[in-house]
């Protein structure tokens, strides 16, 4: 079992920068591949980025390669976004997820309750 709990949201204006954290809880983190979801209003929910078990490999959304850095520390149990250059259209409810596939980039069974990031005009 793994509990996750986002940080870090909150309203910016375009341009700017902020960084997601996710806390998680369980003895399972360290062998377990976590990844961002989000979802926009009167959106499907949809992958962000993903990060390996060791933190070796990463994988992007093609909307928000060059501008999001995923990272983990295993030590802290902690998973991070880096998110910079933001604009209006990354404003979303952002999700922490655990325990999907890297290959294709699925989602696992743990989920976050969300933390909100606002981009401004």
């Known amino acids: 079992q793994v509990q996750l709990v986002e940080s870090g949201g909150g309203l910016v204006q375009a341009g700017g920068s902020l960084r997601l954290s996710c806390a998680a809880s369980?003895?399972?983190?360290?062998?377990?591949?976590m990844a961002w979801f989000r979802q926009a209003p009167g959106k499907a929910r949809e992958f962000v980025a993903i990060?390996?078990?060791?933190?070796?490999?990463?994988r992007y959304a093609d909307s928000v390669k060059d501008r999001f850095t995923i990272s983990r520390d295993n030590a802290k149990n902690a998973v991070y976004l880096q998110m910079n250059s933001l604009n209006p259209e990354d404003s979303a409810v952002y999700y922490c997820?655990?325990?999907?596939?890297?290959?294709?980039?699925?989602?696992?069974?743990?989920w976050g309750q969300g933390t909100q990031v606002t981009v401004s005009s």
């Open positions: 997820n655990a325990g999907g596939s890297f290959s294709y980039a699925t989602t696992g069974p743990y």
């Open positions: 369980g003895r399972t983190f360290s062998i377990i591949n």
């Open positions: 990060i390996s078990s060791t933190g070796d490999s990463t």
